[in-house]
């Protein structure tokens, strides 16, 4: 059984800093890919960022690079999002996941294992 749990979500003002975390646990060793992905209310389900869990490689979406960096602890199979620069668009709910596929992909489709997710709310 695998679970996903977040934390780290709450509400700043535009500007501000936000840190996320998702404990992994259960059987995750078979999953290549780990990843953040957010859903405004009235829209779909965007990728932010995914980390490849052993080769390390990142993907961002445009509309976060440069203020947003995915980490992860494998030691304690924990993974991050650091949040800089926070603007009122980047307000949804933000989920981890993982995929057993082969190539790093901001598709949500390709995700088989969500966490329940943690609200990031930004102010302006």
């Known amino acids: 059984q695998v679970q996903l749990m977040e934390s780290g979500g709450g509400s700043v003002q535009a500007g501000g800093s936000l840190r996320l975390s998702c404990a992994a646990s259960?059987?995750?060793?078979?999953?290549?890919?780990m990843g953040w992905f957010r859903q405004a209310p009235g829209k779909e389900r965007e990728g932010v960022s995914v980390?490849?869990?052993?080769?390390?490689?990142?993907v961002y979406a445009d509309s976060v690079k440069g203020r947003f960096t995915i980490s992860r602890d494998s030691a304690n199979d924990t993974l991050y999002l650091q949040m800089n620069s926070l603007k009122p668009e980047d307000t949804a709910m933000y989920y981890c996941?993982?995929?057993?596929?082969?190539?790093?992909?901001?598709?949500?489709?390709?995700?088989?294992?969500w966490g329940q997710g943690t609200q990031v709310t930004v102010s302006s």
């Open positions: 996941a993982l995929d057993p596929g082969s190539a790093l992909s901001l598709s949500p489709s390709r995700y088989n294992y």
């Open positions: 259960g059987y995750t060793s078979r999953f290549g890919f």
């Open positions: 980390i490849g869990r052993s080769s390390g490689r990142t």
